[in-house]
């Protein structure tokens, strides 16, 4: 059975799937794939480029079957930093330099996940972070103009009528 899938549901827990469909970091960033569920039926994926699948989500196929996004297991470079200054720089030069990048504080614990680089590794011990190799699910950030789901925000202020301070949002 072929499963043809170009509708997006979203992490909900209203909607219970039948299906699984494990992908790594690259193919949950491409709109057109072909994968095979965990039960063995062939998926075909074709939805909006641009905006990734995330880790959880529900996709629908054609003829009504929920398929859930698995995250595979991949290969990646965990680097732990001691301070948010060395934490900040690492972030600063990885993303300088237009590198994938998971970013996460875990208990008061700072760490950043790249796939791995020989150079980028060498250049993160410079900057005095510790690195540990493993297999897990990398979820990089989507990016600040991607549209992603992760960049998204909303959020409302009051402000009383005497008060001086004013600020703009601007959204692109």
Known sequence: ??????????????A??????????LQRDRGRLRATTLGGHEVRVFLERGKPLLVGEILQSECGKNIQVVGADEPVTTAYAA?????SRACY???N????????DTDGERWLRITPDHVLEEMLELLGLTLKKERTVFVPESG???G???????HSHSHSANSDT???HHHH
Do not use: C, P
Not at 16 to 25: P, R, W
Not at 83 to 87: A, G, K, L, S, V
Not at 97 to 104: D, G, T, W
Not at 148 to 154: L, T, V, Y
């Open 166 to 168: 004013t600020h703009e």
């Open 1 to 14: 059975m072929k499963l043809d899938v170009y509708r997006r549901l979203g992490i909900r827990n209203d």
């Open 16 to 25: 219970s799937a039948t299906e699984q469909v494990v992908l790594d970091h």
């Open 148 to 154: 992603g789901h992760a960049s998204s925000h909303s």
């Open 97 to 104: 330099r237009h590198v994938k990048l998971q970013i996460a």
């Open 83 to 87: 301070d948010w200054q060395m934490f």
């Open 93 to 95: 030069h990885l993303g």
């Open 144 to 146: 600040a103009y991607s």
